[in-house]
């Protein structure tokens, strides 16, 4: 059995922030499982350090290499190339020879680091295809392109079927294009605390629960659930709204102002907790107006929370309506950046027909943990990145 040297790219601030550290911790946890396979993660840092890190430990080898601005030129073309050169001349230090090097990419900018990998030690390139849109994220005079990347790679893994004809109506060739779905190892669910969760949140009332996960951001259509909660507490008065998630909670509380003493605000709370969160909530709810391989959700199918859920392309690969999850419509809204908007009496309608239909939250429930069996297991997602 071939030797493989699996090099994941990532960028320490932007990962986490964006779901990708999720991802990444999902792949190397995996891969590491695999006799032949040795796992780098080199982590470009955005802030924070100072000085290169090297950490070793539990089949995993972790490169934190810092990125000091030095003022003008920084952004230029020439400038990050030679600090390309720099990181990989460092990185390569510590990386033994193998058989194979697979160097997995997961942004667009990184495509000059993988380049000067491949030119100084002969490599295989993969690149997962997070976002929909590079330009969406990053400023569009950013250096780097994605035609650059994709000439670079030889081989692109889309999250979703939705994200890989997103792909191909941008003009990618379809032979360099495969569907992965993120996966999750299953074992991480018996990781639930035995502490009294609802006391601790105080969630001691008799109240239905309806979960909200992720992170604070208009694209996820936090201002649509608001309104279809209120609509909903005019049927079912007893329900409460609780939030987990980070960010910035201004926009949220003026949103929810009105019926607050219905919210609960958690903040970030350890993912141990939050396996016991899912497990103790009536529902869970996810009104994004975009979404890809969704962690929330997978986390939801793996938990058998029922849910409502918008019909986005990703998140009617990963549900299924009236079998696992309510998928509410979308409506067109030229007000908002993505043009649609949440349809707000079926997101409330489906709260309130979940909430009271306590059978069917079961069936839910059950259909829910099988499809996460089925589809989004951590070990399918390094399986077939090895093929």
Same mark, same amino acid.
């Given at each position: ?15 986490? /922030? ?51 601005? /030095? ?13 390309? /050169? ?21 942004? *667009? ?58 792909? $191909? ?27 009294? *969760? ?5 969630? $001691? ?6 979960? %909200? ?14 309104? #279809? ?26 949103? $929810? ?49 029922? #849910? ?52 069917? /939250? ?17 070990? *399918?997602?390094?399986?077939?990145? %090895?093929?």
């Amino acid at each position: 059995m071939k030797k493989i040297n699996w090099i994941i790219l990532t960028s320490e601030g932007l990962g986490i /922030r964006h779901r990708v550290g999720t991802f990444i911790k999902q792949l190397s946890g995996g891969q590491r499982r695999k006799k032949n396979i040795t796992v780098y993660i080199l982590k470009i840092g955005i802030g924070g350090y100072h000085a290169f890190e090297f950490e070793e430990g539990g089949g995993i080898t972790i490169l934190q290499i810092p990125l000091i601005e /030095r003022g003008k030129g920084t952004d230029t073309c020439k400038n990050q190339e030679r600090i390309a /050169r720099s990181i990989v001349h460092v990185a390569l230090q510590y990386i033994s020879p193998a058989d194979i090097n697979v160097v997995h990419m997961n942004y *667009i900018f990184e495509h000059l680091i993988g380049k000067e990998i491949k030119q100084k030690l002969e490599s295989i390139i993969l690149f997962t295809k997070h976002f929909s849109s590079h330009n969406e994220i990053f400023s569009s005079n950013y250096f780097s392109t994605e035609l650059e990347t994709y000439q670079l790679v030889d081989q692109i893994i889309a999250v979703t079927r939705h994200g890989k004809d997103h792909l $191909t109506a941008q003009g990618v060739i379809e032979d360099n294009l495969q569907v992965i779905y993120n996966g999750i190892d299953p074992g991480q669910f018996n990781l639930a605390t035995r502490m009294n *969760i609802k006391e601790k949140y105080g969630l $001691t009332g008799n109240e239905y629960l309806i979960l %909200l996960r992720g992170r604070i951001d208009q694209i996820k259509g936090l201002n649509y659930l608001a309104s #279809a909660f209120d609509q909903l507490l005019r049927q079912i008065a007893d329900c409460r709204l609780v939030i987990a998630c980070n960010g910035d909670f201004e926009s949220l509380i003026k949103a $929810t102002s009105h019926f607050s003493s219905h919210v609960s605000f958690l903040g970030f709370v350890p993912f141990e907790e939050l396996v016991s969160l899912y497990r103790v909530v009536t529902i869970g709810v996810i009104p994004s107006l975009k979404e890809h391989c969704s962690y929330v959700a997978l986390e939801m199918l793996f938990c058998g929370l029922s #849910a409502v859920a918008t019909i986005l392309g990703s998140l009617k690969e990963i549900f299924i309506h009236n079998k696992t999850t309510f998928l509410a419509h979308m409506l067109p809204n030229q007000k908002n950046l993505k043009k649609i908007a949440s349809d707000v009496a079926q997101l409330a309608g489906f709260m309130q027909e979940l909430l009271r239909n306590e059978p069917l /939250r079961q069936k839910f429930s059950q259909h829910a943990v099988k499809k996460a069996n089925a589809t989004f297991m951590q070990g *399918i997602m390094v399986d077939l990145c %090895l093929n």
